[in-house]
């Protein structure tokens, strides 16, 4: 059984945020609330939504954050979460855990991981994240394809005049180290921090899309991912995540997210449609009311650009 909402978008994947807690801290990122350590979702309590919206028909999970990685059971969460039999359990991580950690998340049934990684230059890197991590974030791309977490994916935010030029040395990083690399358009949401970056660094992908199409070997669009546009270049993938002002990325998304804090989050660019959810399951509450929650979150469901609707 898999349910869609009101404008026939089946729902398949789920984004778990786990923790707000995160080790680096990237000027431009989104962050989903502020919630203390003592406050986050338990691994039961993680175990629990997942069933719940298996029963739905979810298909796939992913971990998020925050940084995921920071917390230490990481491995339980995952190991609980794979037992369930969806398709594809998966995190997004910075990567600079994942030397420590791949092989055992591999063994708790980890399927895949996407890592950000916007730059290979120190020095814009430490710009970005205020952290001398390059060289872990490196390591980890490469253990965690060593470790099976193939192919791992490499997330690079592309900024006006910091990294735009960089797209080539991260494409030909990304294929020495069995990776594909997904550029992701810098977004602005309500989360985001109020310093007008967005303005100085909007990257706009739409020539270098053209310069793909014309040199790809071959050009997939993923129906399911939000309409998203694969280009095969000389042996390489490159992916491109496109959301501001795109109708088909609306249209075609079957994501539903919740935030650490435990609230359902119908749409990645809004916060006045959350339905909590971990309070009424801590209060007690059935599967099947648990169930109607993910359905009422559904319900809520609205393309966020209004001319897909
Ligand atoms: N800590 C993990 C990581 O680094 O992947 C997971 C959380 S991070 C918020 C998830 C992804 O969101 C990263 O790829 C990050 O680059 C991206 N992100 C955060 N803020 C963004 C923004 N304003 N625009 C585009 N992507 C953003």
Redesign the pocket.
């Known amino acids: 059984m898999t349910v869609t909402d009101n404008y026939q978008r089946p729902i398949i994947s789920l984004r778990i945020s786990i923790t707000n807690r995160?080790n680096v801290n990237?000027f431009?990122?989104?962050h989903d609330g502020i919630l203390p350590q003592k406050y986050e979702m338990t691994p039961d309590e993680i175990h629990r939504i997942a069933q719940v919206a298996h029963s739905i028909g979810v298909r796939k999970i992913r971990l998020?954050?925050?940084?995921?990685l920071i917390r230490d059971d990481i491995k339980e969460i995952v190991s609980k979460i794979s037992s369930i039999g969806f398709k594809d359990v998966s995190i997004?991580?910075?990567g600079t855990y994942l030397t420590r950690y791949a092989d055992e998340l591999v063994e708790s049934g980890l399927n895949r991981v996407?890592v950000?990684l916007d730059t290979l230059n120190p020095e814009i890197y430490r710009f970005i994240t205020k952290k001398n991590y390059l060289q872990k974030a490196k390591d980890g791309i490469i253990h965690a394809a060593k470790a099976g977490l193939y192919p791992v994916k490499v997330?690079m935010?592309v900024m006006k005049g910091l990294n735009h030029d960089e797209i080539w040395d991260m494409f030909k990083f990304c294929q020495e180290n069995d990776a594909v690399l997904q550029l992701?358009e810098?977004?602005k949401?309500d989360n985001?921090p109020d310093n007008g970056f967005i303005d100085d660094y909007h990257y706009k992908m739409d020539d270098l899309e053209e310069k793909l199409a014309n040199m790809a070997d071959k050009v997939k669009t993923r129906r399911f991912m939000q309409d998203r546009k694969k280009y095969f270049v000389d042996g390489g993938e490159i992916e491109i995540v496109k959301p501001m002002d795109n109708t088909q990325f609306c249209k075609n998304c079957t994501r539903i997210r919740i935030t650490p804090e435990g609230k359902l989050k119908p749409c990645l660019l809004r916060n006045d449609n959350l339905v909590n959810f971990i309070k009424p399951m801590r209060e007690g509450k059935s599967n099947e009311e648990l169930k109607k929650l993910f359905l009422e979150a559904i319900n809520n469901r609205e393309p966020f650009y209004e001319q897909c609707r």
């Open positions: 995160c990237c431009y990122c989104h998020s954050g925050g940084e995921p997004t991580t910075n996407n950000s997330n935010v992701i810098l977004l949401t985001c």
